[in-house]
C-alpha cells in the first residue's frame, strides 16, 4: 500500500476508532451539558474520519469509499492506535484516553497545517479549530478531576498510570511515518514528543496529578494493524448493519 494512503487511514481510522467509542457516552454522561458536548466531539471527529477516508480513497484508486473503509474491513486492516480501543471504564478512564490524544492530535494537526500536500494542510486547517476545542476541553476537564475530590483524584490519576503505556505509540515512527516526514508531509516525532510531554506535565501540575516517567515502556502495533481483543467488539457494533445488510442505505 503506498505510504501516503497508509499515512491517510491511519488519521482516519484514529479518528473514527475514538469518535465510535464516545458515542457510547451519549444519554449517560455525568451531565446535560457534558453529554452534549462530548458527543459533539464524537460528531466532529467523524467528520474528520470523511475527509481523511475520501482522500485515502481517491489516491488508492480500488474503488472504495468512506464507507467502504470503515464497515468493509477487518480489524487487521485498521491502523488506530491501541489507546483509542481501550474500554470507556469510568468516566476518568475515558477523559485521561481523550486528554492523552487530544494533545497528540491538536500538535499534529497544527504541524499538517504546513504540509507539502495542499490536500493534506486543507484537511487540517479545517480541523484545527475543531481540535482546538477539544484539547482545551478535555485540559480543563482533567484539571478538575483531579484538583477534585479524593475519588475523583483518585480515579483520575489511576486512569493516568493505566493507559500511560498506550501513549507514546503515536510517537513511534516506522517507515511510513518516516517517508511522510522525509516529502514534508508530516511533522517530526521528535518535535511532538517533546510538545506533548511539556502540555501533559503542565496540565497534571496544575491538576495535581502525578505524571508517569516519559521512558516508560510503551505498547506499540496497532498502527501495523495488531490490535487489542478490543478493537473486534468495536468494530463488531459499529459494522454490523453492512455486514448483515450489504449495500444498505437509508
Given at each position: 500500500?503506498?505510504?501516503?494512503?497508509?499515512?491517510?487511514?491511519?488519521?482516519?481510522?484514529?479518528?473514527?476508532?475514538?469518535?465510535?467509542?464516545?458515542?457510547?457516552?451519549?444519554?449517560?454522561g455525568p451531565a446535560l451539558e457534558e453529554d452534549m458536548a462530548?458527543?459533539?466531539?464524537?460528531?466532529?471527529?467523524?467528520?474528520?474520519?470523511r475527509l481523511w477516508y475520501e482522500y485515502a480513497a481517491e489516491l488508492e484508486g480500488a474503488g472504495r469509499d468512506e464507507d467502504k473503509l470503515a464497515y468493509l474491513r477487518d480489524a487487521h486492516d485498521f491502523k488506530n492506535c491501541l489507546l483509542l480501543?481501550?474500554?470507556?471504564?469510568?468516566?476518568?478512564?475515558?477523559?485521561?484516553?481523550?486528554?492523552?490524544?487530544?494533545?497528540?492530535?491538536?500538535?499534529?494537526?497544527?504541524?499538517?497545517?504546513?504540509?507539502?500536500?495542499?490536500?493534506?494542510?486543507?484537511?487540517?486547517?479545517?480541523?484545527?479549530?475543531?481540535?482546538?476545542?477539544?484539547?482545551?476541553?478535555?485540559?480543563?476537564?482533567?484539571?478538575?478531576?483531579g484538583d477534585g475530590t479524593e475519588?475523583?483524584?483518585?480515579?483520575?490519576?489511576?486512569?493516568?498510570?493505566?493507559?500511560?503505556?498506550?501513549s507514546g505509540e503515536v510517537f513511534a515512527y516506522?517507515?511510513?511515518?518516516?517517508?511522510?516526514?522525509a516529502a514534508g508531509v508530516a511533522p517530526a516525532a521528535d518535535e511532538l514528543r517533546a510538545q506533548w510531554l511539556a502540555h501533559v506535565a503542565e496540565i497534571f501540575a496544575e491538576a495535581t496529578l502525578v505524571m508517569p516517567p516519559a521512558?516508560?515502556?510503551?505498547?506499540?502495533?496497532?498502527?501495523?494493524?495488531?490490535h487489542s481483543e478490543h478493537l473486534g467488539f468495536i468494530l463488531a457494533e459499529m459494522q454490523f448493519l453492512q455486514r448483515a445488510y450489504p449495500g444498505a442505505e437509508w
Open positions: 500500500m503506498d505510504n501516503k494512503v497508509n499515512y491517510l487511514l491511519r488519521l482516519g481510522d484514529n479518528a473514527l476508532i475514538l469518535s465510535q467509542q464516545l458515542s457510547q457516552w451519549c444519554g449517560k462530548l458527543t459533539n466531539v464524537a460528531l466532529d471527529l467523524l467528520g474528520q474520519t480501543e481501550q474500554p470507556n471504564g469510568n468516566y476518568a478512564d475515558t477523559l485521561v484516553r481523550q486528554f492523552y490524544f487530544d494533545t497528540w492530535h491538536y500538535f499534529v494537526i497544527e504541524g499538517l497545517t504546513r504540509s507539502s500536500d495542499a490536500r493534506i494542510a486543507a484537511i487540517a486547517e479545517k480541523s484545527l479549530k475543531e481540535v482546538t476545542y477539544h484539547l482545551r476541553r478535555s485540559g480543563d476537564l482533567i484539571v478538575r478531576l475519588i475523583s483524584h483518585a480515579r483520575t490519576q489511576a486512569a493516568a498510570d493505566a493507559l500511560w503505556m498506550y516506522d517507515a511510513v511515518d518516516e517517508a511522510m516526514v521512558d516508560a515502556w510503551m505498547q506499540k502495533g496497532g498502527k501495523q494493524g495488531r
